[in-house]
DNA sequence: TGGTAAGATTAAACCGGTTTAAATCAAGCC
DNA sequence: GGCTTGATTTAAACCGGTTTAATCTTACCA
């Protein structure tokens, strides 16, 4: 209701007797004014209550001072950990945050064109999402800085800085743990392989999978790989078809939490006993982990995140940075869905 | 790398031969420019690969062409699926959504303080947090359109938008479900009533469980509240507490379902049955509610952020608008962690 | 044929900052 | 006193759009 106009930096260099270009230098903390100017300068400031206008500061630095996040199904309890982590780290620097949600095929598209350009945004993370090799090749023109948290691409090595896990080593040392517990029969329950969003966190833990019993030398077998879209209901279907099986597996790997809680229902319903009749390992430790004693590995959501962040406002500040590949460490978190077969 | 310098408008003004203004207008479906015209600028347009800058355009438009949302701790599940909605809506519009983070007082202060104006935002989305009578005052002098999800005050009736839910009808009604169960030792553990950030819902649930109870002429008694700060270990340390009294209660109302959980499992803790033993009853219905079997009363999380933003969305293009003050149902949804007392 | 109105287009102002180029001023030196 | 130098400061250009005011056409009517 205030019908006062806004007060820009005219009003103050009216007030204050001086320039327009030296109101800015004196709030920019420029070394071209006297002390004497700047204090009064800014007592004018203090006074009218002025604050620069942010729009006309982005337009006239070519800058937008903002950050974009790119980041599909962002209520996935890991996607929405990683996102907290961005978040955490970045509401304290200058940057504004600005969400673009991908939950089709098209609007990743569209991100992925759009976004990482000066016009837009300062700086892209892009969170769990993999590039296509033609994506990538778009990426690697990206006239601003952009952060793969959990996802990369051979072609972006010492372009963009990437933050990522190694799926197919979790998914082998976790397979391994089962064997190594006795295990021979293990059922794989995962994302579809070949999916829309080139996801590929399910696809490598299932090679991971694969290479451990190979070097175990337990054959692979295919009725002990179920796909299905990603989701606990979803999940729960897969396992039932593969526990209905007359040589049903003795341990069954969840490429993630959410999937392993679809697991343990179905086994529930088939009247198996976990982990006496069944062992369940997932992939994540998210919260719903710990309180069904789900036996998991561990990735550093929160801090894939934070790191992610870290490394852009570094990028921002000295563009002379060299892009590092960073590799974080997952950890197996032993809880009760698991035993060794036949105890 | 590629070092071509951006299209402007005057680029693609010079080929087509028009003016600036000309161009402007073409692009903007003006009237005031023939058909003629308009195909000759368009195709330039295409030719050359213009796309306007929009920081550009906020500035001489006046607006900022972005919507900007208020939310604390986005990674409990409830807040991220209304934050799901909003942004599920909001990415279909012009509008970038720009996030702002609260986890502390002091970054509440400074969010209601500087987001609700029109250089920051053209709009603002506040989520789950009651404004102080101040903080409201402020609010109400916003020159940019608020709505208040999951929130309400007062002095913003016909101000601004509110999509809210009774919390104490909420509370009272799934207290008098456990009473209608024959249940009169009824516990209560909930999230703090004073608290810095004025979150309001798990008081005014426990404001309706004292009116059922009043209601049914059952003293209430202290030793049967208990409060904590938000999460499910503290919840558990509440309800341990609580249900190692010499006269235990023989159900639980909990503010919220994570902290369901944590009574959950300090019942399992203390070797007691649910529901034979005790009843436990939540509230949100997140997907955990699901997976455990929980008893809870569901409230439309995802809905409250999509009608938040349809709300918004409308006030935007028609400033004239009637603010509205919406009250979305909850309904009990009842599952396996309630009995009758004594069954 | 002159006058007028409607329609299309342009030139210029504007949004509110930052920054470059030019101007001013005081001090220092021979 | 004149000239140089360095420190401040100002005026003006610039960022890239939109919009108002002014100009130019063309059509139409008396």
Redesign the interface.
Known sequence: ??STK?VTIRDVAREARVSPGTVSRAINDSPLVSEDTRRRVLEVVEQLDY?P????R??SLGK?L?VAVIVPF??R?SV??R??GV??LL?HSQY??????V?TPK?RAKCFQEIPHS??ADGVLSISLTPTDAEAERLA?A?VPVVLIDAEHPALRGVHHQVTVDDVTGGELTTGYLIGLGHTKIGFVGDPIDNPFNFTSSRDRYWGYQKALREADIPIRPEYYEENQHG?RQARQSARKMLALSDRPTAIFAASDTQA?GVL?AAREAGLRVPDDLSVVGYDDI??AD??GLTTRRQLLFESGRRGVELLLEMLRNPDTDPVYEVLPTELIVRDTTASVGD
Chains 1, 2 share one sequence.
């Open positions: 209701m205030s806004r604050t206008n942010v729009v006309a982005r337009l937008t903002a962002f209520t309890p929405s950990e996102l907290n978040v955490s509401s504004d945050l600005v969400i673009h949600n939950e609007q016009e837009h023109e006239d606990r809680v229902e919260e719903i309180v069904l």
